[in-house]
């Protein structure tokens, strides 16, 4: 049984840090590109920062700079490192693996990225 848990997530001031982790089980995702999303009620899920098996990352123009996806890949565990937090960083935020053909090469498209987990919170005012 696959699962992913976020966690970290939490309410912090303008110009604030906070690290998200995502625990992985029931498979190993070392070989697999991995990616953080977030989603506001309303909006589509938006991916963020993504990072593959050799540590090469991308991430979209907004978080560049501020954000840094990193991976444990001994413990499958995916982290995002968050500085300089502002109001429009609000948001829950999402792990998962990228998936089907190609799923070793970065990308930020949800649409290629499953199973989710249930995310974690962040609010930043």
């Known amino acids: 049984h696959v699962q992913l848990v976020e966690s970290g997530g939490g309410s912090v001031e303008a110009g604030g840090s906070l690290r998200l982790s995502c625990a992985a089980s029931?498979?190993?995702?070392?070989?697999?590109?991995m990616g953080w999303f977030r989603q506001v009620p309303g909006k589509e899920r938006e991916g963020i920062a993504t990072?593959?098996?050799?540590?090469?990352?991308a991430y979209t123009d907004s978080v560049k700079g501020r954000f840094t996806v990193s991976r444990d890949v001994a413990n499958n565990v995916l982290y995002l490192e968050m500085k300089d937090l502002k109001s429009e960083d609000s948001a829950m935020y999402y792990c998962?693996?990228?998936?089907?053909?190609?799923?070793?090469?970065?990308?930020?498209?949800?649409?290629?990225?499953?199973?989710w987990g249930h995310g974690t919170q962040v609010t930043v005012s």
């Open positions: 990072i593959d098996s050799s540590g090469s990352t």
């Open positions: 998962a693996p990228r998936r089907g053909p190609g799923n070793w090469d970065l990308s930020l498209d949800p649409r290629e990225f499953g199973p």
């Open positions: 029931g498979r190993t995702y070392s070989k697999w590109c």
